[in-house]
DNA sequence: TAGAATTATCGGTTTTCCCTATATCGGACC
DNA sequence: GGTCCGATATAGGGAAAACCGATAATTCTA
């Protein structure tokens, strides 16, 4: 059997005619006449009852092409299915984000992805680093943007941009007095960090000269769980913190508690890029996407590409 | 697209392994491998993104094996189906008959036919002469039982037996005191017939040696449309009638108005045969049919093969 | 670094499919 | 009754496809 030769079977059941089922499906009338007799021969049924004058339909084949029609309308939406999506931009493009970049990143892009990529439907998840690469390597997600490295022969990188940390702290703070702050400052200053797996509190460390989360013990439960959390608690004067660039932006114009500080230091950045499965199939998607995000990053981080 | 496509398709959507969906299909696996690749090319879309190492199914390819799954399945269906029809006797064998045969020939032969091929559907329908050539014509009806000759260019027949016809006569009628009914006394009785196109009335006048009906005229109202209805007038003291063997033996036992006799002309019967159209493909269920039916005929009919 | 596992590629063979030409059959027309 | 027309079936040859075995290429494992 074969969907041609279904395709066959409906067009003479349609026209009861072998000639111009012939014509109807472009192809000789031996050829239609032998296929036919071929699946007649491999089913062990008769379709078609003939004489040299007329073509009338079995019971049994009257059954067998309403299963035949069928079948050719699933293989069409199959090939519809396929055309619709042949354009690499159309279709689902699933990013996840860490959660210290989602929020303040997305909102940047998502007005002028829907005019430049109309066509693009994008799933966007939040999740922490290894998280996001344990999905990745799931084909959950299609790409992970993150800000830590990982292993480049397992994924494929891109890097997008440097995103300088600032520094958050409440307006009666003792870093109120100076006017610049600088590595000296921050060394062994003790930061409000995010919990454990979120990077942003291994990188606040980093520019801090912080000893290993394992070392502090005590500080366990002030971890908190996501940078709002954090800033709350900057807000009430509970200590202070480093906030990565994007999220910076909404804090200078709502909070009259936080004072957000530029750094001295040239390191107190973080790299922001995606992962992806090198075998990707839709490059061109990611890559789309990868372009309208760089147009519209604000100049307080700095492009790579 | 082709249906051995989409099998290697869902076969490598299941084990997730070229080599294994391969073995599965009874194929070598670069045969498999270059299948799939010519389908991804034909509908230009990646449907497995694959490394050395695993293959993974994309989005757009999950869908589309949903609908090869249930195309395939379909596919199965009808291979079940012309399975379950292969055996010619399996399936309806749709049997018209005259009105005046059909109502005591099917009692005789539908138990029988029950236990001798219960596989069997028969679906009976009763109509005149003509109508039967005409839905056979239509393949509404795969065989007329008959006892009309017919165009044998058109159908092909099969005589099966000879029906003798009795006379049907009120007790208190003149025929009454005759010891054997003979030509003579039929020829040109006025009979009760059958309506217009019931060949029963037909013979019947032939029998008689009766005028054509057209040049009756004064009779036309005393046409019955049913054998009963005309038993019922003679049962009454309306007249006489011919009645056919098979729908005697109903009316000697149960009717005391009613004599019936047999004829000593040699030509009062009527030979009954199925008419089917040659390119019927299912002569064996027919003819089996027709065993049956011949193996449970009383004594009283003549018998032809 | 060798070996095992897995998919992709290549060359040659077999099978299937298709076309043209022709046979065959039934009906229509003269 | 003979001839033509319309329809399906059959035959032969050529083109396309599907298939296989061998092997390359790549990646993970030991």
Redesign the interface.
Known sequence: ????DLKYVVAVADSSHFGHAAERCYVSQPTLSGQIKKLEDE????LF???KRSV?????GE??VA??R??LE??E???Q???S??DPLV??LRIGAIMTLSPYLMPLILKPLRERLPQMRLVISEEMTETLLERLRK?EIDAALIATPVDTSEFATIPLFDEPFWLAHPRNHPFQEKKAITQKDLDNTELLLLSEGHCLADQAMEVCHMKARAEQGDMADLHAASLETLLQLVGVGFGCTLVPDLAVRGIRMNDKDIVTRRLQQKDAFRRVYPAF??????RQALDAFIEVLLDNLPDTVFRLS
């Not at 059997?1 to 041609?4: F, T, V």
């Open positions: 059997m074969n969907l041609r089913l062990g049924i008769t009852e003939r004489t009338a339909i079995t019971p049994v059954t067998i299963h035949a069928e079948i699933q293989a939406t199959i090939r299915l396929a055309q999506h042949q279709g689902p084909h499965r090198r075998s990707f199939p839709r």
